[in-house]
């Protein structure tokens, strides 16, 4: 296509990438900061579940284990859970609406050297002195005692992270309304864009009320105030309601992407569009609205009025409804089409199965009759680990596999994927699925220790070697992303034969992703496979 | 109806295992069309390369919003009935005040009756792992009337604990400057667990109270016990 050759946009020095404004360079930074947090909230995860192999302390104090869980949760939420997206949108976006970079290039930069900033204090909370033991939610009364460690951290953390998102935010609606190519409509905009578009929408009515509460605590542990100690009048339960007006939505930021790259995934390997396209951006906008008339749920057992308790029972179990019909069109999709089992759609088959399982566990948690006995136990766990800890790793883990041609030039070796994923599945089912029954039974969460109860013993043992042969396959597949990029195959351009605007540039892409933007003819769209059959047969 | 071990467990069992049936349904509904049309319409040389089009259906599309509607509206309902049950104690049901400490529990009897159980006292001192429940000092034991509702008042003096009474499948909160509340029947003696469900800090994972749920007679007699000790003492201390 291009008959100058270009340098690829990663041969550059150590300068270029640190004062870069290049989206590209910024997702793969992005990209890598998550991964390194990712495998270390990994480590933490492993940690954890060594210990609780056996009742009794053999590995670790409370206090060890208590900040390993806070860090494990915090990184895997904001690090990993949504800091990839980060990747993935910066990386992605421009490229598939035909744009040379994100509206706002330096803000971009602003944003990663804010989540950078976010990193450097995290790892500083790993010296001694500086653990935070407050678990992801820092509930107040607690989080102002001592025993939490410095709450400041965390606060402060959680604004250079909210900066950082809020930015990125702001940029990517404004690149994906402004600055698409001529002929890419928004009906034409595929759903990866919808979602990214839904999410970032998400991000900026959601932050302030998380940076308002943490900026409350900070208030209340250092300079006096008294907006959630209830001996001075305050309440804590405003707190909860603030943290969790911003962090259940959150969860649909986390997981609205992962639903955007399944879907392009499961089109592209069904060579046929998506299934009911309208139905499923109505449902992306339906998800994004109820996420934020559920959050009491998170609060069924917190003393809040009963009434309060039903009303949001049933806005709860509604966001089943738009989620449903995802899962139907992806199944729809499927039928007549020619289904080819490559790693990314493996992967993505494997992403939408682990969600069913934790979608539907996620329906008795916003009932309040079956709540009652499972809040705060380790069911709750298994669910979101269904939900946000599998379904989405392995969204984006398909992600890195489906656009690897793309990022580096290379192809990953297809044997070694797929012995990595069948280490995660089988790892993660029996890990988390022995979960939802010691949740049943009544495990609560956050115990660094359990009493010897028979059943919860042998649970316990069978997730602990669940967690290792996840971890395991975690880090096989992680190992062949790494090595590929040296030793993997010449990829071609558009391997996957994909007509998304991102594959129709040379794989990996020039510094400046276009010689000239591009015109979408008026038959073009993102999945219509047989307008690229069409256009090979005019070349 | 002696048969059920503890109230208002059982409306949690009929609740789950409703939603058991319903996601199995599911499942299969979602499963075994997708592992059908993964088969028949996999990529094969010469037979299916290419994917037949498909016209989009609305009929589909509405049978698939509106019956997933009409069930999760149903499981909500059936919810709705049940937890007005479980949430609101029984006419007659023996109060008891609960306060939540960092790590620890007090259980304040209608009579003035005081048990204090310690993160400590579920513990074995020496080597810091959990003792079974019988193993447990009865002076650290709530004595629980058998086959009587019980209605929990419980606050905390600190931090925001939670009261997980183990059998009874039912917890709330103990919030500072808050009395909430939950009710729980057992109807068989022995030894069952409290623990505590909201993350408090380095004990949280010890914060466990043993209920000792005895017959009528017996749970009034050690009623009376304790409030004499603590008469007599009284009376040398002045």
Known sequence: MAAVSYKPYFSAGLKEWIFTTDHKKIGIMYGVTSLIFFLIAGLSALAIRLELYQPGLQHMSEDTYNQALTVHGVVMQFWWAVGIWSSFGNYLLPLMIGARDVAFPRLNALSYWFFFAASVLALLTLLPGNHIKMMWTGYPPFSLNDNAGPTAFYALIVHMLGASSLASAINLVVTNLTMRAPGITLKKMNLFLHSFLAMNVIQILGVPALAGAVTMLLMDKYFQTAFFDPTRGGDPLLYQNLFWFYSHPVVYVMILPAFGLISEMIAVFSRREIFGKTSMIIAIWGIALLGFMVWIHHMFTSGVPDWIRILFSYTTVLIGVPTGIKIFNWVFTLYKGSVRFKTPMLYTLSAIFMFLIGGLTGIPLGLPAFDIAVHDSHFVVAHFHYVLGMSLTLAAFGGFHYWYPKYTGRMYSELWAKIGLLLIMIGSNLFYFLQFIVGLEGMPRRYADYPPIDSWIWLHELQTIGSMILGFGIIVAVLNLLLSTKLGKKAEDNPWSSPSLEWLVPSPPPPHNFDKIPHMPEDWDPYNYEWLEKQHRKH | ?238
């Open chain 2, 1 to 238: 109806m002696k048969e059920v071990l503890a109230y208002p467990a059982n409306y949690w069992q009929t609740m789950y295992e409703i939603w058991l049936i319903i996601s199995v349904v599911i499942y299969l509904v979602v499963f075994l069309p997708a592992a059908y049309f993964l088969v028949k319409y996999r990529y094969r040389k010469g037979i299916n390369e290419k994917a037949q089009h498909v016209e989009e259906s609305k009929a589909l599309e509405v049978l698939w919003t509106i019956i997933p509607t009409i069930v999760v509206i149903y499981l909500a309902t059936q919810s709705f009935a049940f937890y007005r049950v479980q949430r609101n104690a029984p006419e007659g049901a023996l109060e008891i005040k609960v306060t939540a400490f960092m790590w620890g529990w007090e259980f304040e009897y209608p009579n003035g009756k005081k048990v204090f159980s310690f993160f400590n006292s579920v513990v074995d001192p020496e080597k810091n792992v959990y003792l079974t429940t019988d193993k447990v000092n009865d002076m650290f034991k709530a004595y629980i009337p058998e086959g009587r509702p019980i209605k929990v008042l419980c606050t905390s003096r600190d931090v925001i604990h939670s009261f997980y009474v183990h059998p009874a499948k039912v917890t709330e909160d103990c919030v500072p400057g808050r009395i909430t509340h939950l009710w729980f029947q057992i109807n068989k003696p022995g030894d069952y667990w409290v623990f505590c469900r909201e993350y408090c800090g380095t004990q949280h994972s010890k914060m466990a109270a043993v209920l000792k749920v005895v017959p009528k007679e017996e749970f009034e007699n050690w009623l009376q016990q304790g409030v004499q000790a603590n008469q007599e003492n009284s009376k040398h201390n002045l």
